[in-house]
């Protein structure tokens, strides 16, 4: 069976950190993008984070940028999204996905979201006091 499963999410308080995992299984993640995405309740889904296929180049939403850092191991057929310094704006289910391309730039806008092969289930992060 092909697909993604996340881990790794649950309640934090401000300013804490969780990491999230996105484990492959059925396919190998060496060949796709692998792109961060969540919905907050009444919000619509947004991209996150992605990492490509090759060079392992990122890229971040303004508002994670400098607090959330995508990975990728390969040798584990995983990706990663370490959160730290979280804030009740966090709070959201969070999702993986994988688009298949070998390139050293990944894409989260709407279209890369829409061109997506795989995803994740989708995990809760809540940040609450």
């Known amino acids: 069976q092909l697909q993604l499963v996340e881990s790794g999410g649950g309640l934090v308080q401000p300013g804490g950190s969780l990491r999230l995992s996105c484990a492959a299984s059925g396919f190998t993640l060496d060949y796709y993008h692998i792109g961060w995405f969540r919905q907050a309740p009444g919000k619509e889904r947004e991209g996150v984070s992605c990492?490509?296929?090759?060079?392992?180049?990122?890229k971040y939403a303004d508002s994670v940028k400098g607090r959330f850092t995508v990975s990728r191991d390969n040798a584990k057929n995983t990706a990663y999204l370490q959160m730290n310094s979280l804030n009740p704006e966090d709070t959201a289910v969070y999702y993986c996905a994988a688009s298949w391309g070998l390139g050293y730039v990944c894409d989260f806008s709407p279209l890369g979201e829409r061109k997506s092969d795989y995803w994740g289930q989708g995990i809760q992060v809540t940040v609450s006091s």
């Open positions: 990492i490509s296929s090759l060079g392992g180049s990122t």
